[in-house]
């Protein structure tokens, strides 16, 4: 696999950015490793190939925002909004993330080896999201759907407002936010946890040790009753 | 018997003239029965309805003896306008300083979409979307689209994202400055739900913040993922509603825009509160004038390759509104209350059906219950068909061509051979308040409150 090298402090971000938006014919299965990213924001933003990007270090915001297709590897940690409103592919964090990672992806799968910051998986929209460690409070807040799966401890108000989205924690929840609530683990869910265990590094984890939560459900029609959670 | 009432008659005492109430008045009555009785707020569509300060309480100064006119007709009056050329590679033109406000399909139907699109390309100017994302209805009759970035992110990816010409990250609008989008149940359609990625027929309510940023430092941050995204081709706007103009558009122009959108509290919304609509944010006559000081304070005013453009919004309805916030310091204005009246909305033709709704031609307001007889503010299959987009899309064109040819003919008056070349100094005012918030002198003095002494 041909292989080619940028190193950030001699080459603009701009110009490897606009490299990684060439025609995918010419970048598919191509592995293209970032160098020096010394936490640039916006590195690998707007990627729509099969290109494969490590990023050697740690990246500023928004890093691999809005992928498409491609396999973005960032073997420090991320800034906000690290995949950010993703469609497809693939997006590794080896260390740690900040605030609102994945928010509002809509596909691909996000995975994050080390904990995350406040409104992890906020306003998710059908992506996979799995996090090592634990996630910040508010973390899935109005999240509409997709999987968001966490082996540590979730922070205050998760899930608050959530929609279609599930959420398997298997630490501690500090609490849960409004219209969230513990579920039962149906055979379809623990399937989708299982595989996604299993494509993050984790197969080896119980599936059982983790707790299902998902919407209640009772804030998806006004009513009177329901004003003080408005 | 007989005697003793005429005697009373005679001297019964006078009865008063019932009289009604200014604070408690109809409508005041009628909202606490209706709160009373249901337990929960009033929402509605459209912006504010009470009677604000506004562009009819200004007038202009044709040119006399000091100053002389321009032919109409004759002498070229320019109308065009280019919008974000600070940082794109391809900013927008535009014929006409007239654009097409923000408005999502889902609170408008795909036809009603399509119209705005047929109108503004015939007309030479924009459409733009809204809270839900881009329909095809939209983008393949739109010659220029800008594609809003707003905080609930629905429908939002990258492949409409490079089919835009351009992008507004959308902190707010003039009718809920603080607040986010809301769509009924009602509304929440098949196609709608799968487009926001929403279970079908909820009673949807988006966020008032945007997800992953806080603040004029991650917008910054933000501004520059769009253009990166976007290879810096496409101009990026911001809108926000009309509140603390001077701060929200400097800190907004740090932060990277190529163009601000102010819109006041006349600017209308698919649905809100009315408590929203009517008690938060400010009318867009208060609102120019500091946006345009906040530009000129960053030297980002008509200062050539480095210049923020202003587009103002909230109760433009004719050239003479149009002219007046040029005047004032606007570039150009945006329209969406008045483009859905041009492609039929509130038409008196309807009014048996809007009886029948409780309501009468030019009040129907209660857009988020997708009963539009118009066809326009509605998601029910059978309503939609009654707008044609073709004729309703030659209608907008017509109107913009009018508001565009009175502005002309009053530029004309003023001398002026450009919209742009409309100054605060051709206007006065015919009240104080107007004068203190146009910051032009009241008619006949040389008195701006707040800033000359009478």
């Known amino acids: ?41 916006s590195i690998a933003v707007g990627l729509k190939s099969d290109v494969h990007v490590t990023i050697k270090g740690h990246a500023g915001y928004y890093a691999a925002g809005m992928n498409q297709l491609a396999k973005v590897t960032i073997e420090g940690s991320a800034g906000s909004g690290v995949a950010e409103n993703m469609m497809s592919g693939t997006v590794h964090v080896k260390g740690f993330a900040s605030n609102a990672a994945g928010a509002t992806a809509n596909g691909g799968l996000l995975v994050i080896d080390g904990d995350a910051g406040l409104r992890c998986a906020i306003a998710l929209k059908g992506a996979d999201v799995v996090v090592g460690g634990s996630v910040g409070s508010f ?15 979730a922070g205050e108000g998760l899930g608050d407002s959530i929609y279609e989205a599930k959420v398997f924690v298997r630490g501690k929840v500090k609490s849960l936010g409004a219209d969230c609530e513990i579920k039962t683990m149906d055979a379809e869910s623990k399937k989708i946890l299982i595989d996604l265990l299993a494509k993050s590094g984790h197969k080896d984890v119980s599936p059982d040790s983790f707790t299902q939560y998902g919407s209640a459900r009772t804030l998806y029609h006004f009513h009177v009753d329901n004003a003080g959670a408005y | 018997m007989s005697d003793d009432k005429s005697t009373d008659t005679i001297h019964k005492t006078p009865q008063t003239t019932p009289r009604q109430s200014a604070t408690f008045d109809a409508y005041t009555n009628s909202e606490i029965r209706r709160s009373a009785a249901t337990g929960i707020y009033d929402i509605r569509g459209g912006g504010s309805k009470r009677k604000l300060p506004h562009f009819d309480d200004l007038l202009f100064l044709g040119a006399s003896v000091s100053r002389y006119p321009l032919e109409g007709y004759r002498e070229k009056c320019g109308t065009d306008v ?24 889902g609170s408008l139907s795909g036809r009603a979409k399509e119209a705005l699109g047929r109108g503004a390309s015939a007309a030479g100017t924009s459409t733009t979307t809204g809270d839900g994302g881009m329909t095809q209805e939209e983008r393949g009759h739109s010659t220029t689209l800008v594609y809003q970035y707003l905080p609930s992110r629905y429908g939002m990816n990258p492949d409409d994202l490079r089919k835009a010409d351009a992008i507004e990250v959308v902190i707010g609008q003039g009718a809920k400055p603080g607040g986010g989008g809301m769509l009924l149940g009602q509304k929440i359609t098949k196609r709608v739900a799968k487009m926001r990625c929403l279970p079908e027929g909820i009673d949807q309510r988006s966020s008032c913040r945007h997800p992953d940023w806080t603040g004029p430092d991650d917008l910054e941050i933000k501004i520059n993922e769009i253009r990166e995204i976007t290879d810096w081709e496409k101009p990026i706007y911001v809108k926000i509603g009309a509140t603390r103009p001077y701060f929200d558009v400097a800190l907004a122009v740090k932060a990277g825009a190529d163009v601000i959108v102010l819109d006041g509290m006349q600017g209308g919304t698919a649905a809100t509160q009315e408590v929203f609509i009517e008690h938060v944010g400010i009318p867009i006559l208060a609102a120019i004038r500091p946006a345009v000081k906040a530009l000129q304070d960053l030297g980002m005013y008509r200062n050539g390759k480095n210049s923020v453009q202003l587009i103002v919004s909230g109760g433009i309805r004719n050239g003479a509104d149009v ?19 041009a492609l039929g909305d509130n038409d008196p033709h309807l009014e048996a059906e809007y009886q029948k709704l409780g309501t009468t031609a030019g009040a129907y307001d209660d857009w988020h219950e997708g009963k539009d007889p118009a066809g326009i503010t509605t998601q029910d299959p059978e309503l939609m068909k009654r707008i044609d987009p073709v004729k309703a899309g030659h209608r907008l064109a017509n ?23 409309l100054e605060p100094e051709d206007l006065v005012a015919l009240t104080i308040e107007a004068s203190a918030m146009a910051q032009v002198p009241l008619a006949g003095t040389n008195w701006i409150p707040g800033v000359t002494k009478f």
């Open chain 1, 139 to 153: 973390s899935a807040f109005m999240a509409q759907a997709g999987n968001f799966v966490v082996l540590g401890d």
């Open chain 1, 1 to 41: 696999m041909e292989t080619l090298n940028f190193d950030l402090d001699k080459k603009p971000l701009r110009e490897v950015n606009q490299f990684l938006h060439g025609d995918a014919s010419g970048l598919n299965g191509k592995s293209v490793v970032i160098e020096n990213p010394n936490g640039a924001h």
């Open chain 2, 82 to 105: 280019v919008l974000g050329a600070r940082f794109a590679k391809k900013p927008i033109h535009l014929r006409t300083p007239v654009t097409i406000a923000g408005m999502s399909f």
């Open chain 2, 323 to 341: 002219a007046k916030a040029i005047a004032l310091g606007a570039d150009a204005v945006a329209i969406g209350t008045a483009a859905l009246i």
């Open chain 2, 399 to 421: 109107y913009i061509a009018v508001m565009t040819m009175e502005a002309q003919v009053v530029a004309r008056a003023c001398g002026k051979s450009h919209l742009h070349n």
